[in-house]
């Protein structure tokens, strides 16, 4: 599924600005216990802790989301919604293009 990332947020910050009512459109991308070996993907894959003591995948220091409309691989309908959600590049570098 896409993942993105979402302008509030603070490159290489140590939390989500995602909070309450955002995470139900927005759900957290959750790492296993070790980072996920991504194929094509060059930027730094990494985690946050989150409030619930696990841990949220990050891109270049980006936490990632899933966008709930989302419903099989390859859709995208979550870029640009209210010009905050952006897809990532393979570097980690927000796509900021309006589908």
């Known amino acids: 599924m896409t993942l993105y990332m979402f302008d509030k947020d ?3 910050g140590p939390k989500s ?32 802790d989150t409030p619930e003591g696990k841990k949220q995948l990050t891109l270049n220091g980006w936490p ?3 966008w ?18 952006w897809v990532l590049d393979p570097k980690g570098t927000p796509i900021k293009t309006k589908p």
């Open 64 to 66: 990632l989301y899933y």
């Open 10 to 12: 603070t490159k290489g």
């Open 17 to 48: 600005a995602c909070e309450g009512q955002c995470l139900v459109a927005w759900p957290k991308a959750m790492m296993g216990a070790s980072a996920p070996t991504l194929t094509g993907v060059t930027g730094t894959v990494a985690s946050i």
């Open 68 to 85: 709930f409309k989302d419903t099989k691989a390859g859709d995208v309908s979550g870029q640009a919604v209210k010009g905050v959600w």
